[in-house]
């Protein structure tokens, strides 16, 4: 299954941390933009660390589950930068750079997110999947 530092998403989700950590370390050192700086950081650095616990379990389903955390986290970061942008706590170039590689890693988990579910449901055994005949029990006699 390779290393999870391999998979492209990962290494975009860790860009995306190490910008907002740079744009982070700019900011006034008010109560409000620590807070945002607490928030914004948490919910990017999660990103990653989902990928990279779910990527250990080596399971198909468990794997999923994470990649969905690790998807939620992203989301959670893409309401953090628009946050940043609309009270303009950093440059917007900046700001656009990063919600575009954030969006980056979202399309990518929910693309590998399906390919997953796709490989998981062909491995399931379903009853249904092959239907035994049933003889007809009612006779004449």
Known sequence: MGDYRDLIFYQRAREVVNGIYALINTWPKTMQAQEISRQVLRSAMSVGANIAEGHGRHEGSEYIHYLIIAQGSANETDHWLHTI?????????????????????????????????????????????????????SSDG
């Open 85 to 137: 942008l609309d009270i303009g706590l950093s440059p917007k170039e900046k700001i656009e750079e990063l919600v575009n590689r954030n969006n980056e890693v979202r399309r990518m988990l929910t693309s590998s997110i399906h390919t997953l579910r796709s490989k998981h449901a062909g491995r399931q055994i379903r009853d249904d999947a092959h239907p035994y005949p049933v003889e007809d029990m």
